[in-house]
């Protein structure tokens, strides 16, 4: 059920932090930890996003989500900019999207009751009045899969996955259409993953939501998404339909990671090296340093993304090559 | 790191002169200055000669004029002289500066030797009755006043044992028997107050350190536990002792100040207290100006141990 | 995973393991593989001469003036050479068990069992025989290497440490070190190794970690979830470096983890841990190609995989882990298990040997007839 409109709309977003205090660098030097993305968020879909540390998928979400401002680009949600709206504006947008984060307990205040927790989001925007809120906190909690009886708990009473349904139901206080799901599972046991994976799609069914779904589990990413975005140093490398870029992963990056899933691959896959950092990046194609098949225009010239086959998008020299020849 | 110096340096300077002027200020607003004072019982002087006295020592200028005079004489090298006893003070500084420097370096000494074995055995055998006899003993120790302290170990040595300290101050250099007996309680009772404070901290970081996982890891290579201990713990388990060591200074140079005063020790603290009691505005001038620049010293040297101490602060840049 | 309650347990038809394991392990070390081909190692524990052997171990930690058991009762062995993984959840034990192995329990106690390493056991040694066995004989490798290190000093002095309190003299340290870095591959060893923790990248400090771990080349390395820190392509690296060094040196490798695809990437046997006691063990081809224990057909059915239909829902079981601290009696797994009966909640069961070095604790097994259980293992 996607409608032909995104949700949301991001293009051309760059987030750059000044670099301070970090040996060997510059007093000039700048953080670019998001570089340039574009994307779409359709309606009742799953964007994944993928990429290791330093690739920007959390400054992403932070600056989609308004926590932070993005240097320049455009943040679109439901066709108007939020990046450049007004307080009020900016608030009532705030209500519709949502963010669910890592450390299940370290998002949720030790000191307040689990009603509170969840209550707060409906009586910070007005949404309800407090005798109204305690019978939408009970609705919240079967929906997650609690007892309404927990509300009166703390939440350090919980375990990793119980806390975690609890940060949902907090999501879902205001009815966004949007959640975003920073590494949402990451800091859970295996089988409470699948509990909560199984739930949030469930939710997606039933609510319509669409998610934004960051992860460095590539496991998790192909059964969640749709769509899937992997991204490297700041970059988009890859993005289409994630069946496939599961099925027949093209850029050189994308490949050793999902080698390191045990998926089909073809050699050579395994990367030299380690991430470098983000305050001086490549020159050229920021992946030609760990790249197993890089060609000399890599260490000079950025390749763009360039569309491959059906949706899917590679930002590869090499890969770029091989379409023009077909 | 120059750099760094040098900074410090420059807004050391500011909070210096801030300092000085306001305790000028200050001083001039107290009720009573030296001459009314020094006059009180006195019964044969006229208004008249009183106020000539006072104009004798600029006491009748307006405040600013009195500054305005001061600063002058400080940008040629003279900082006025007493006006009980007519030296320059910075004769009378330097003969009293080394007495209470001693005493607060011994008094340090001990605190951090004392504070530090009591923490370390704490953290060690926690649980025990060593741990729990340091424990109360530091609660106790936070909690009485030095003098308090001092005057009850006096009271205590007097009563039971017939004997009262030296009143006349000598150097530690022609009779240390005499020094010490003098000076012995004055820092016990300054010590106490840091050992306790050093001991608790050292205790609780040492705990930290000795239950974290570098440490494990040091024992999973085979490290001896003595090694873990003085070698890896105690090096981390130091940085927030460091920083307590440093505001516990504070302490100190005020414990000075009353615990000279009642022991007769002839050091910055008694003269401060006497020339505070007496509205010697040079000599209370320069006083303050001694306590800012140790003060300030100590927390430069405290900033660039953790240097020494932490790698992660010298990449990171001193101070950020 | 059909969830039927049958009046007595019946096994399930064992599901096809999913593709991706046999990939995965195809694809894991093809040329060291053939290597183990042409020199079978058998797997058991009817052996006397394994390097490590541990026995009906059980370990308690003191809680609210009590005794609190941890471990339950567990019993392995590895043999020299060998990688065995352990894999299992938050409160399965696993980490308990890695650090009794170092004697780093802290307030921890063994209460019982015993744990003997090249002829002595380790649960009766003082604590200055266990320093020396201790990064000589069995060293660890620790989850996070920036936790793991010492910030105050250079990479170079702690893995000195390592070689000095192996017996090293001290003008060979120098020399040693830089060759243990060249051997973990950090690039520019001379320099690195003046390096302090924090200069460095997880990789490399985890590199660093790994040369403390084989400096005095010990005869056993006990890894404690040595990726789990690290990015999904270091993670490639590190486990790479670990087979190298295992397969160059011959040490046995004892990998703690929660990862599925750490065991099938690199270990040779696996060992599954639930609520303080093993519940299978095995080759890792036949635990992960036809688990037996519910448990471990669970953990692996609860990681999607690429050839799961997206719209249903991952197999999973309700509940929640247990508490390391209060118990059930009977089997751990009973409260959440699909298959259980009242014999499975009154009474833990016994590890039943399938042959070939398997084994599961569940009463399922108890209902197979000597017959089938033959035919399993044809």
């Known amino acids: ?326 | 790191m120059i750099r760094y110096i040098g900074k410090r340096v420059g807004a050391g300077a500011i909070c210096l002169a801030l300092v000085t002027l306001f305790v000028f200020m200050a001083m001039r607003l107290v009720p009573g200055d030296f001459v009314t004072i020094q006059l009180q019982d006195a019964t044969g002087v006229t208004k008249e000669e009183a106020e000539q006295l006072r104009a004798s020592f600029g006491l009748d200028d307006p405040l600013l004029v009195q500054l305005g005079d001061w600063l002058a004489g400080v940008a040629q090298g003279d900082l006025g002289a007493s006006f009980w006893s007519n030296r320059p003070v910075t004769e009378v500084l330097a003969e009293r500066i080394p007495v209470t420097l001693q005493v607060g370096l011994l008094a340090l000494l001990l605190a951090v030797g004392a504070g530090l074995a009591f923490g370390i055995l704490g953290a060690r055998r926690r649980g025990s009755w060593v741990d729990g006899a340091t424990r109360i003993g530091a609660v106790v120790g936070l909690s009485v006043p030095h003098y308090v302290t001092a005057l009850l170990i006096l009271v205590a040595l007097t009563n039971l044992f017939y004997w009262s300290p030296p009143l006349v101050f000598t150097p530690i250099t022609e009779n240390p028997s005499a020094y010490f007996q003098q000076v012995g309680i004055p820092i016990i009772a300054l010590a106490l107050m840091m050992t306790a404070s050093i001991a608790r901290m050292t205790r609780s970081s040492m705990l930290e350190a000795l239950s974290s996982e570098s440490v494990r890891a040091v024992r999973a290579r085979g490290g001896t536990e003595g090694r873990v201990l003085f070698v890896h713990a105690l090096r981390n388990a130091s940085i927030p002792v460091l920083t307590l060591i440093g505001l516990e200074l504070g302490g100190v140079l005020g414990g000075t100040v009353i615990l000279e005063t009642l022991f007769n020790i002839p050091g910055i603290g008694a003269l401060t207290y006497d020339a505070v009691s007496t509205r010697d505005y040079p000599l209370v001038i320069v006083c303050t100006i001694f306590y800012c620049i140790v003060y300030l010293v100590v927390t430069l040297l405290v900033d660039l141990a953790y240097a020494v101490v932490d790698p992660r602060i010298r990449t990171a840049g001193v101070g950020s | 995973m059909t969830r039927e309650r049958a009046s007595t347990p019946t096994r399930p038809a064992p599901d096809s393991s999913p593709v991706w394991i046999r990939q995965m392990m195809e694809s894991a070390m093809p040329i060291a593989r053939m290597d183990q081909v042409t020199e079978p190692r058998t797997v058991g524990r009817d052996r006397g001469d394994e390097l490590l052997e541990v026995t009906d171990l059980r370990v308690a930690f003191p809680r609210d003036d009590q005794r609190v058991d941890v471990l339950h009762g567990v019993s392995f062995a590895i043999s020299a050479g060998e990688t065995v993984a352990i894999v299992g959840e938050s409160g399965s034990g696993k980490s308990v068990m890695a650090l009794s192995l170092l004697g780093l329990l802290g307030s921890g106690r063994c209460t019982r069992g015993s744990i003997r390493f090249d002829g002595r056991d380790l649960t009766s040694l003082g604590g200055r025989e266990l320093r020396r066995i201790r990064g000589r004989d069995i060293s660890m490798i620790f989850q996070d290497p920036l936790a793991a290190l010492d910030p105050l000093f250079t990479v170079g002095f702690q893995i000195g440490e390592a070689l000095r309190f192996g017996g090293t003299p001290a003008s060979e340290v120098r020399r040693r070190t830089v060759e243990l870095l060249r051997q973990v591959g950090m690039p520019d060893p001379e320099r690195k190794r003046k390096a302090y923790p924090h200069e460095l990248s997880g990789g490399q400090r985890q590199r660093v970690v790994i040369a403390i771990a084989v400096a005095c080349a010990p005869k056993l390395v006990v890894a404690d979830e040595p990726t789990t820190a690290l990015d999904a392509t270091v993670e490639e690296q590190i486990l790479e470096l670990l087979r190298t060094i295992q397969r160059e040196s011959g040490t046995s490798l004892l990998i703690i983890t929660h990862d599925m695809s750490v065991v099938a990437r690199i270990a040779d046997r696996v060992v599954v841990m639930y609520a303080g006691t093993i519940v299978e063990e095995g080759r890792v081809e036949d635990v992960l190609d036809d688990p037996r224990h519910p448990y471990t057909q669970a953990l692996i059915a609860a990681v999607p995989r690429g050839d799961m239909n997206r719209h249903q829902p991952v197999p999973t079981i309700d509940g929640s882990l247990p508490s390391v601290w209060d118990r059930p009696p009977g089997c751990g797994f009973a409260p959440r298990c699909p298959y259980a009966t009242d014999q499975c909640r009154a009474e833990a069961p016994p590890a039943f040997p399938l042959g070939g070095g398997r084994e599961s604790r569940c009463w399922l097994e108890a209902t197979e007839t000597a017959a089938s259980a033959m035919e399993r293992q044809a």
């Open chain 1, 1 to 326: 059920m996607s409608a032909t409109e995104p949700i949301l709309r991001v293009r051309d977003l760059v987030k750059h932090y000044p670099a301070r205090g970090l040996p060997g660098l510059q007093r000039s030097a700048k953080v670019q930890a998001v570089n340039g993305i574009s994307f779409d968020l359709l309606r009742g879909t799953t964007l994944g996003i993928v990429g290791e540390s330093g690739s920007g998928k959390s400054t992403t979400a932070r600056v989609v989500m308004g926590l932070t401002p993005p240097t320049s680009g455009l943040v679109e949600f439901e066709g108007s900019d939020i990046t450049t709206a007004d307080r009020a504006s900016q608030r009532r947008k705030r209500m519709r999207m949502q963010m669910i984060f890592q450390d299940p307990r370290g998002s949720l205040d030790p000191r307040m009751r689990v009603r509170d927790v969840i209550g707060e989001g409906l009586i910070v925007h007005r949404l309800a009045t407090r005798s109204r809120a305690r019978s939408r906190v009970a609705e919240l909690l079967e929906m997650v899969g609690l007892r309404p009886a927990d509300a009166d708990k703390f939440a350090h009473e919980f375990s990793g996955g119980q806390a975690q349904r609890i940060a949902i139901a907090r999501a879902l206080a205001t009815a966004p259409d949007v959640v975003v799901c920073d590494e949402a599972v990451s800091a859970l046991d295996v089988s409470v993953q699948a509990q909560i994976v199984n739930l949030l799609r469930r939710l997606q069914e039933d609510l319509g939501l669409s998610y934004l779904f960051i992860s460095h589990d590539l496991n998790i990413v192909r059964y969640m998404s749709d769509h899937l975005m992997v991204m490297y140093l700041g970059q988009v490398v890859e993005e289409g339909p994630s069946g496939e870029i599961f099925g027949s992963p093209q850029h050189p990056y994308t490949r050793a990671l999902l080698a390191t899933t045990g998926g089909p691959t073809a050699s050579p896959t395994r990367l030299v090296g380690e991430i470098p950092n983000p305050a001086s990046p490549p020159t050229g194609c920021r992946f030609h340093t760990r790249c197993p098949v890089r060609i000399d225009r890599c260490s000079t010239a950025e390749p763009e993304l360039t569309e491959i086959a059906r949706g899917q998008r590679t930002a590869c020299h090499l890969v770029t090559r091989e379409v023009l020849a077909r």
